[in-house]
């Protein structure tokens, strides 16, 4: 009789974990379109990642990156996807990419916008030249974005994979520079100003708290490092934004680039994530970015069908 009950409990363990994967939609906050214009560097080159002992497989070529990006959003039912120069896929899957502008004039992001084509700035990543979100080569960014009613998403570490400022031509990054901190002059100077923190503010777990504690228009994403960190770090970084309240504020993104494969190792790694229950991985996954992106209700039933 114990061995049976001890089998019965053993069974509904197994039960339970499996009952909290997540198989719904889900919204990428953090894709790159590129051709060869934009990031032809990349194409062919592999990822290293020492943290993991692992190494990413780099696609050759354009249609390669958007071929392999689709095919894994239709695997995970990745829905919508904010893609930085993503105009250069929108014609051929318009349902599920969103423009997010980068690199580009004021004018012409404006322009974008007014046509209804441009759904939030960003990356923005001064980042990579040594400068801080509260630099005044900044201020006309976010001055628009609070003027036309759109998101910015704000790149802070990590930059390129780890000791990427010496063998990547990042001689400009700093640590110092990457405290998510640097948005507090930003935000109170423009409250109406919507914000997503790229990269989740890691490692600044504390200061990140505090900033979601002090500006309620802050969000932030879980790009790259839901699949650059060991699983037990990333898990602890969530896990402390979590209990301390701010799991609606959490958005899932993979800052997919030429590695299609890391896409399945960041949706893995919040559905390995035993201590969120199967509504806060749905919040991570697809309502936090749709309250953000002020997606209509319609859009979310159409979502939340497939």
Not at 140 to 159: N, R, S, T
Not at 180 to 199: A, F, R
Not at 240 to 263: C, N, S, Y
């Amino acid at each position: 009789m114990k061995k049976i009950f001890t089998g019965l409990l053993f069974i509904s363990v197994l039960g339970t974990l499996y009952a909290q994967r997540y198989s719904g939609p889900i919204i990428d906050m953090h894709v790159h379109a590129y051709n060869q214009e934009l990031g032809g560097m990349m194409f062919g080159m592999d990822h290293p990642n020492p943290l993991k002992n692992e190494r990413y497989k780099g696609v050759k070529t354009p249609e390669e990156q958007k071929t392999e990006t689709f095919k894994k959003m239709d695997e995970h039912n990745i829905v919508l996807a904010l893609t930085s120069d993503g105009q250069l896929w929108k014609a051929e899957n318009p349902e599920r990419i969103l423009v997010s502008g980068r690199n580009m004039p004021l004018d012409q992001l404006k322009e974008m916008a007014l046509k209804g084509e441009l759904a939030a700035i960003g990356e923005l990543n001064p980042f990579y030249g040594g400068i801080t979100a509260d630099d005044t080569s900044q201020k006309p960014f976010f001055d628009l974005a609070e003027e036309l009613g759109i998101p910015v998403g704000f790149h802070v570490m990590p930059g390129g994979p780890p000791g990427g400022l010496y063998h990547l031509g990042m001689d400009l990054i700093r640590v110092k520079n990457a405290n998510p901190k640097q948005l507090e002059k930003v935000l109170v100077s423009h409250p109406n100003l919507k914000v997503y923190v790229m990269h989740g503010g890691w490692p600044y777990l504390e200061d990140m708290k505090a900033m979601l504690y002090m500006h309620p228009q802050l969000y932030l994403d879980v790009a790259a490092i839901d699949w650059v960190l060991p699983q037990a770090e990333f898990h602890n970084f969530i896990k402390g934004l979590v209990d301390a309240g701010f799991g609606k504020r959490i958005m899932f993104g993979t800052d997919q680039m030429v590695w299609p494969e890391t896409i399945d190792i960041a949706v893995e790694a919040i559905n390995s994530a035993d201590f969120l229950t199967l509504e806060q991985k749905e919040d991570i996954f697809y309502d936090n970015a749709a309250n953000f992106l002020g997606l209509s209700a319609s859009m979310t039933y159409k979502h939340k069908q497939k």
